[in-house]
Each structure stands twice: as C-alpha cells, then as structure tokens.
C-alpha cells in the first residue's frame, strides 16, 4: 500500500473530505463524509450513518475515491482505494466509540479504505500528478 505521509495526514484531518463511488452501473456519486479521518499510514477510516447511495455503491464495487482540499488553498489531494466494511469485532467498536465521544449518530458500519493510489489535486501544474501508487494486488488497481 502507498503510505500517508504527515503532511497528508494533517491535511486530510484540516480538510472537508469527499468520497466518489459507483454504482452498479458506472454512474458516478460524489459527497461528503464528515467523519472520514486518519486510520494509520496505509488506511483511512469513516462511520457510515445514512446507508444511502455511497453504502449502496459499496456493496457492489469496493473501489473508492476519497478528494481533501481546503478551502481557499492551493494544495490537496486525492487518495484512491479499496473499501473494507466491518459490522462487528474491533474496528467496528472503535469507529462506535468514535460516535459517542463525538456525539454522532450511530453507524450501520465501519468503512476502512485502503491507501493504493495518492494523486495532488494541487492548483498550478502539479494537478493530478501521481504520488504514489502501491494497491495491495492487481486486482484492485484503479
């Protein structure tokens, strides 16, 4: 997996994130997910509360899209991964802490998303250059 570096991590946890998904037939879908934060260096982490559209995309296609860039700024970036849902066991239980000491709505999941794929959504002519891309196998290269 492509790793986060400190930067990035601050970054993400400044910025408003938005997630992109498909669904099951190719139609785009884009929105915030005010909970998506920092798991590690290789993964990101958010409570799926709504079990609307994204949550419906994620049964079907795991592939995910998550887009940081702060408002005004000039840098930011876009991390591409595979979402991994958890409804039960440790990382369920933590993402639920991470409700009740926020005051949040309860979550249907847990949704980890790994670090395959860094992209800089930096204005200027660094926009869309590659940072890193390391998918944990083929198979789920974006």
């Known amino acids: 997996m492509a790793k986060l570096t400190s930067e990035m991590k601050d970054l993400i946890s400044q910025a408003f994130p938005f997630i992109a998904t498909v ?19 290789e993964h990101l982490i958010y409570n799926e509360e709504t079990g609307r559209q994204a949550w419906h995309n994620l049964q079907a296609n795991h592939k995910i899209a998550v887009a940081v860039h702060p408002y005004p700024g000039k840098i930011g970036l876009r991390v591409e991964g595979y979402a ?11 993402a639920h802490q991470y409700a009740v000491d926020n005051q949040l709505p309860d979550l249907i999941a847990a949704v980890v998303i790994s670090v395959d794929r860094i992209v800089s959504l930096n204005a200027g002519p660094d926009a869309g250059t590659e940072i890193a891309n390391e998918p944990v196998s083929d198979q789920f290269k974006i």
């Not at 849902?85 to 239980?93: A, M, Q, S």
Request: no cysteine.
């Open 23 to 41: 669904d099951e037939d190719g139609n785009p879908q884009i929105g915030p997910k005010g909970t998506l934060r920092v798991m590690d260096d």
């Open 84 to 94: 991994t849902i958890y409804k039960d066991g440790p990382v369920f239980e933590a």
